[in-house]
């Protein structure tokens, strides 16, 4: 289970690999109020990517990112168009 270091790289991977199988991928995400941990988990079954961060700015991309997953996984359009994540 890889666990990014840069959220930029978890991004690109995560909408990865939501697109090649939108019908299989969950998203998790975890937030432990002990040590101010947010965790974000992207599976497929297969593979499982994991970003984890205690900085509050990272919250608001977290936060942009699931918004976005969110509306890909409810639109009945084709998904063939890639997020824009900034």
Not at 10 to 24: G, I, Q, T, V
Not at 27 to 39: F, I
Not at 62 to 85: C, D, G, P, W, Y
Request: glycine share 2%; hydrophobic share 40%; charged share 30%.
């Amino acid at each position: 289970m890889p666990q990014y270091q840069t959220w930029e790289e978890f991004s690109r991977a995560a909408e990865k690999l939501y697109l090649a199988d939108p019908m299989r991928a969950r998203v998790v995400l975890k937030y432990r109020h002990v040590n101010g941990n947010l965790c974000i988990k992207v599976t497929d079954d297969l593979v499982c990517l994991v970003y984890r961060t205690d900085q509050a700015q990272d919250v608001k991309k977290i936060e942009k990112f699931h918004s976005q997953l969110m509306r890909l996984m409810v639109a009945k359009e084709s998904r063939n168009v890639t997020m824009e994540t900034d």
